[in-house]
Nanobody, 123 residues
Framework: VQVMESGGGLVQAGGSLNLSCTAS????????MGWFRQSPHKEREGVAC????????YYADSVKGRFTISRDNAENTVSLQMNNLKPEDTAMYYC?????????????????WGKGTLVTISS
């Protein structure tokens, strides 16, 4: 199984980035997928989560109204559109598959994730 994230970079506050994730060797059908982030001196944070069927995605309060998660089940891809970025969004962002639903403590229920993509927001 290989999960690979891309799309990170350096942008100014207020800007946008679109992160992409591909999952190969993983039975994508039925899988819940999510994005989490990690920065130094901060706890890992689950940013967004989306079920196989789509439905209502989960978002952390810190990103609600700014980030949008989506998935293309035919292409085995998951995306995270990030708008109105803030310096506090600076972190390594990871895409992960989750073996339960978004309504759980899904950060503890991830089975595969990639090496991450770095997002840096300048003020």
């Amino acid at each position: 199984v290989q999960v690979m994230e891309s799309g990170g970079g350096l942008v100014q506050a207020g800007g946008s980035l679109n992160l992409s994730c591909t999952a190969s060797g993983l039975r994508f059908e039925g899988r819940t997928m999510g994005w989490f982030r990690q920065s130094p001196h901060k706890e890992r944070e689950g940013v967004a989560c989306i079920m196989w069927s789509g439905g209502t995605p989960y978002y952390a309060d810190s990103v609600k109204g700014r980030f949008t998660i989506s998935r293309d089940n035919a292409e085995n891809t998951v995306s995270l559109q990030m708008n109105n970025l803030k310096p506090e969004d600076t972190a390594m962002y990871y895409c992960a598959s989750i073996y339960d639903s978004c309504e759980t403590s899904w950060l503890d229920l991830m089975d595969y994730w990639g090496k991450g993509t770095l997002v840096t927001i300048s003020s």
